[in-house]
């Protein structure tokens, strides 16, 4: 939900549109919202480019504020959203060999039409082959590029061979669709779900997939969130709301912990889901599963908005989680916007306003969740595409529904014998593109 900074009118100590005029309003509305705004820097040069103002008076335990200016894509972190794909660069365990590993592509985006898919192997960049010395630089001139080459390779008895060589340029993404699918196992009925973000709109969207699950009496539930750096907390209690058992409207679900003027407040899962006005609570509760349990799966990309679906369903359900520690962003923001009229500044920014909990009062997971089956999905290549039963996460949760796997999942997390095996990961595109999200919450 939006919200925003509204002060009194007042004369003005600089022209609008100076640095000073700007830096003065992010200075006073960090005072009034921000969680470490008793820590605020008292040597500020209001003189500064707003940006490197606001970096500045960044807490050093905040890793997650940041500022743009709309319109100005010189003010906004680059992803590899606009190529439409993730990967991972590691190196061979048994060699000096460098590659590439497409960990996700989107849905009609321009990764997809170029015929990329999870699991392909990426030899070089631009022409440059992978080393260790150069897959950060290499990565960085696909964010500051609108167009890039890519070489992708195979491997045949060790040997590594080029296959084919693409070029994909920059491109819209709307937003991506879940995946969804049954899974019938020992006489278990299991449902999967993939969702890699938690934008506005998501949970009413899934409505007809838990009905479906509903319909089809699943015993239990994958939730797929290892890609998912999370968004809206509305639609993270809203899929909450359809998941676990004895689910009420006023039962506590979230409490956030803000400085001073802000204090503490807990809400209800029904206020949780319904405050952004998207959706309906009854609507929702109609398709609840009424589950007593539900299986994470997690990475170090499963951040914000997904580390509230791990953290805050406990109080209700039992969560499995499976997979590796995820991202640790326990905090959340709202935007914050000149409001005045006229408006004066442009810039708009999202600052760290609340710390979170859950309805036990447990929180404080800044460095991760940690899983309860510990799986690297990298030991197990080549990567099977997303819901495959064969996928080492998924394998391992469909063997702790059935019985057939113990809880340590031992026995599942090898790499295939004389294929690549993934040692150090050097670089994680899409662990780089979390360090810039946040929970966004509301006022």
């Known amino acids: 939900m939006l919200s925003s900074c509204k002060k009194d009118q007042k004369k003005l100590d600089y022209p609008i549109g100076s640095n000073e005029n700007i830096n003065t309003w992010i200075l006073d509305s960090l005072k009034r919202y921000y969680y470490w705004n008793e820590q605020l820097r008292a040597d500020q040069d209001i003189a500064l480019p707003p940006k490197d103002f606001f970096y500045s008076l960044r807490n050093p335990s905040d890793r997650f504020s940041y500022i743009n200016l709309p319109g100005d894509a010189t003010t906004i972190t680059p992803s590899n ?167 009420t409207y006023d039962k506590p679900f979230i409490t956030y912990k803000g400085n001073k003027n802000g204090g503490t407040k807990t809400e209800s899962i029904g206020v949780s889901s319904t405050f952004d006005r998207t959706l309906n609570f009854n609507a929702l509760l109609q398709q609840n599963l009424g589950l007593n349990r539900v299986y994470v799966l997690s990475t170090a990309t499963t951040a914000s908005a997904a580390e509230i679906i791990i953290n805050n369903l406990k109080p209700f359900i039992q969560v499995i989680q499976i997979g590796e520690k995820t991202r640790g962003k326990d905090e959340a923001s709202f935007r914050i916007f000149d409001a005045r009229n006229p408006k004066q500044v442009n810039w708009e920014m999202y600052p760290i306003v609340y710390k979170l909990f859950n309805a036990q009062g447990n929180g404080a997971y800044n460095l991760g969740i940690d899983p309860d089956v510990v799986i690297n999905e990298m030991n197990t290549l080549p990567l099977l595409p997303l819901g495959d039963p064969g996928d080492p996460l998924i394998k391992t949760a469909i063997g702790r529904i059935t019985g057939k796997i113990s809880k340590s999942g031992i026995g599942i997390n090898k790499a295939l014998s004389g294929s690549f095996q993934a040692g150090n990961i050097l670089l994680d595109s899409r662990l780089q593109s979390t360090r810039n999200s946040t929970v966004i919450t509301h006022k």
Do not use: H
Request: hydrophobic content about 40%.
């Open 81 to 247: 959203r606009n190529f439409g794909f993730d990967y991972t660069t590691v190196s061979d365990q048994n060699s000096t060999k460098v590659i590439g590993i497409i960990k996700v592509v989107l849905k009609d985006s321009p990764a997809s039409r170029a015929g990329l898919k999870r699991g392909d192997y990426i030899s070089k960049i631009n022409g440059k082959t992978l080393t260790s010395a150069n897959a950060q630089a290499l990565q960085d001139e696909i964010l500051n590029s609108d167009r890039f080459s890519m070489s992708l390779a195979e491997q045949t008895n060790n040997i590594w061979t080029d296959t084919r060589t693409v070029e994909i340029s920059k491109g819209v993404i709307l937003d991506q669709k879940e995946i969804s699918r049954m899974i019938e196992s020992d006489g278990k009925k299991i449902g999967y779900l993939y969702l890699i973000d938690f934008n506005a709109g998501l949970a009413t969207s899934l409505s007809p997939v838990f009905s479906n699950f509903k319909a089809q009496g699943i015993s239990d539930l994958i939730l797929d969130l290892r890609y998912n750096a999370g968004g809206q907390v509305a639609e993270a209690a809203g899929i909450c709301v359809m998941i676990a058992q004895n689910i």
